[in-house]
């Protein structure tokens, strides 16, 4: 079964506006996460590291007051996308793991924004 | 940081006929890379993942094989089936986070 949860599973909203995405490890505690972002036809783009009581870890390029990372417990991270434009339009996904070994996928979450 | 380049972007084939898919990296510190078959709108799904102090490791008909010292890796696809048509990515991991390369669309035709 799945081992990684994320919620919801799609989303449209206005330009301007915010969306909260929740990822969950259901049968590990995780002190680590991970997001992605990935855009019609293209490969998935680590977005940021989220770690547990601490602040997140954001790839170059990835703007952190636009996406911002919360990992309140060890079993619940969440992105939340500030001020969403059209362009912010896409498949995100989160996992988790460790190094060197298997990630476990969300099943991610198709943002429209209009 | 990593850079992993991944070849080809398409790739057609008749049922039957092996495919391969072929992935660099860029730094040698980057010690596990997985495979990814992506259909669609899903999640990833790991095919198969290999380690750096391995060169070949199979499972069924899928195999890959990793050059250490030329920083490279591939996908091996044997007795291809319409089923196997999706989007293949490979990556490499940097500390538990992956770097993915561009993405390899196979269509297996009947």
């Known amino acids: 079964g799945a081992v990684v949860s994320q919620h919801p599973s799609w989303v449209i909203c206005k330009s301007g506006t915010s969306v909260k995405i929740e990822c969950r490890s259901l049968?590990?505690?995780?002190?680590?996460m991970f997001w992605y972002r990935q855009f019609p036809k293209q490969s998935l783009m680590l977005m940021a590291t989220?770690?547990?009581?601490?602040?997140?870890?954001?790839e170059q390029g990835v703007e952190k007051d636009k996406f911002l990372i919360n990992h309140a417990s060890l079993t619940l991270s969440t992105l939340t996308v500030t001020s969403a434009h059209p362009e912010d339009s896409s498949f995100y996904i989160c996992?988790?793991?460790?190094?060197?070994?298997?990630?476990?996928f969300g099943p991610g979450t198709r943002l429209t924004v209009l | 940081g990593e850079n992993v380049e991944q070849h080809p972007s398409t790739l057609s084939v008749q049922e039957g006929d092996s495919a391969v898919i072929k992935c660099t990296y860029s730094?040698?510190?980057?010690?596990?890379f997985p495979w990814y078959k992506q259909e669609l709108g899903k999640r990833p799904q790991l095919i198969i993942d290999?380690?750096?102090?391995?060169g070949e490791k199979k499972d069924q008909r899928i195999a890959v094989t990793l050059n250490k010292t030329a920083k490279h890796f591939s996908l091996h696809i044997t007795e291809t089936q319409p089923e196997d048509s999706a989007v293949y990515f490979c990556?490499?991991?940097?500390?538990?986070?992956?770097?993915f390369g561009q993405g390899t669309e196979l269509s297996v035709k009947p």
């Open positions: 996992s988790r793991g460790f190094p060197g070994r298997e990630q476990f």
């Open positions: 049968d590990f505690q995780a002190t680590t």
């Open positions: 989220s770690n547990e009581g601490s602040k997140a870890t954001y």
């Open positions: 730094d040698s510190a980057s010690n596990y």
């Open positions: 290999i380690r750096s102090n391995v």
């Open positions: 990556a490499a991991d940097q500390g538990g986070k992956l770097i």
